[in-house]
């Protein structure tokens, strides 16, 4: 099944892959012909933009709707060709589908947010601002509904950013202090952090959960973290466990910890990261209130602290929801 990865900044972003008219239409890239294969006849042409066949424009062709307004449902100039190669150096191909992984501040040996392999998955990168993909984007059209070249509905993957994301001790209740003890914009998780228990530190994230992609179903979650690029950020026996906490906001950690729910962790602890490691655990998806709010604690396990970025940093938390293709 082909998998569609959005990566969503703010909640107009999220509007933009819903098809809600107020924040624009979305404008679908692509590389391959093979990209536009959602539309029978669909062929990428050389300015990037998916064509169909037209008979009444002098090329035979029209662009789709989902091409930018110079382009959008126009005729393709008759001396347009179109693209069947894949971008050398911005990702991979197999059995002639072809997968870019933009920049996702991500760093490490496993900094590509855990996506498929190229043969089963198309990437869409959404700016955070606009909605729309960032250049060299691609992906299918199908993030629409329709069907792929194999028939098969594609599963849509949202990316959305932490809203909060911070550590903080039970003690001084100061995540300005605790982010200082990781030397950068990073969240401490350690189980001593100072040599007393009593100044264990807690890293917290908060997530704003979109509705979904109408008649859709949610398949799977994931928590991405990824630790900070300094050496001392590492970890040999510990990534935290994961729990639900109580409501929170950056003013309310200020002012205490919040209490953590229910009688077990949702993941648990991996047993160590090395820095500029993305970490993923995968969350029960029964815990997820798709349209509501999500937070959760890193709870320390060992007094080897581990540290994250946070909010601020190069990589913050990331939460990847995939649906189904409705």
């Not at 008649?215 to 590492?234: I, K, P, Y």
Request: hydrophobic share 35%; charged share 15%; glycine share 12%.
């Amino acid at each position: 099944m082909v998998r569609v990865v959005v990566r969503l900044g703010i909640v107009c972003a999220v509007a933009a892959l819903l098809a809600v008219p107020a924040c624009g239409a979305s404008v679908f890239q692509c590389m391959t012909t093979e990209d536009c294969a959602g539309h029978p006849g669909g062929s990428c042409e050389a300015s990037g933009h998916c064509s169909f066949p037209d008979e009444t424009c002098p090329s035979g062709r029209r662009y789709g709707e989902f091409a930018p307004a110079e382009f959008s449902e126009a005729c393709v100039d008759p001396d347009a060709g179109t693209s069947t190669s894949t971008v050398s150096g911005s990702g991979t191909s197999s059995s002639g589908t072809t997968t870019l992984v933009p920049g996702t501040g991500l760093s490490g040996s496993s900094g590509s947010t855990g996506m498929t392999d190229a043969s089963t998955s198309a990437v869409v990168t959404m700016s955070g601002t606009t909605g729309e993909p960032t250049q060299g984007a691609s992906g299918s059209e199908s993030t629409q509904g329709t069907e792929s070249s194999s028939g098969e509905l594609p599963s849509v993957t949202i990316l959305v950013p932490a809203s909060v994301a911070a550590c903080t001790d039970p003690v001084a209740n100061d995540p300005a202090a605790c982010e200082l003890s990781t030397l950068t914009q990073g969240m401490s998780v350690d189980a001593s952090n100072n040599g007393t228990k009593l100044e264990a530190t807690t890293a917290f994230v908060a997530f704003e959960l979109p509705e979904g992609p109408a008649g859709s179903e949610l398949l799977s979650v994931e928590l991405h973290l990824t630790t900070t690029d300094e050496v001392n950020a590492e970890s040999m026996t510990q990534t935290g466990e994961i729990w639900q906490t109580t409501a929170f906001t950056e003013v309310s950690l200020s002012m205490g910890q919040p209490m953590l729910v229910g009688d077990m962790a949702l993941a648990a602890d991996q047993g160590g990261a090395a820095s500029s490691e993305l970490v993923v655990w995968t969350l029960p998806v029964g815990e997820i209130d798709l349209g509501g709010s999500l937070y959760l604690a890193v709870v320390p396990t060992t007094v080897e602290g581990v540290d994250y970025w946070n909010a601020m940093g190069a990589a913050p938390p990331e939460l990847a929801l995939e649906f189904s293709g409705g």
